[in-house]
Nanobody, 123 residues
Framework: QVQLQESGPGLVKPSQTLHLTCTVSGASITTNHGYWSWVRQPPGKDLEWMGAIDSGGSAYYNPSLKSRTSISRDTSKNQFTLRLSSVIPEDTAVYYC???????????????WGKGTLVTVSS
């Protein structure tokens, strides 16, 4: 059973960089032929796919967030990470990591998902 767990600070100040880590168990991020994604859901809004990294290490981004987003991985720890720079209060959301065969995943019925972590952007 694939399991994903998000970790990181729950509060980030405006203009700072949000940094989250997803720890994966039950599958290898280097051999599983899927896309390891970050997805977020602001309060009262729909799920928004932010980007993904594939088993070969190539990263893909939502064009609307590309200038502020970076996704990387640590294969020795079987983890992948999200960096979102210059955060604003509108970046407040529950952030999820997920793996699915689909690149742009916006439904929790696809693949495997972590439980999510709330990140609040506030001074």
């Amino acid at each position: 059973q694939v399991q994903l767990q998000e970790s990181g600070p729950g509060l980030v100040k405006p203009s700072q960089t949000l940094h989250l880590t997803c720890t994966v168990s039950g599958a290898s991020i280097t051999t599983n032929h899927g896309y390891w994604s970050w997805v977020r859901q602001p309060p009262g809004k729909d799920l928004e796919w932010m980007g993904a990294i594939d088993s070969g290490g190539s990263a893909y981004y939502n064009p609307s967030l590309k200038s502020r987003t970076s996704i990387s991985r640590d294969t020795s720890k079987n983890q992948f990470t999200l960096r979102l720079s210059s955060v604003i209060p509108e970046d407040t959301a529950v952030y999820y990591c997920a793996v699915a065969q689909t690149l742009v995943v916006v439904s929790a019925t696809e693949g495997y998902w972590g439980k999510g972590t709330l990140v609040t952007v506030s001074s």
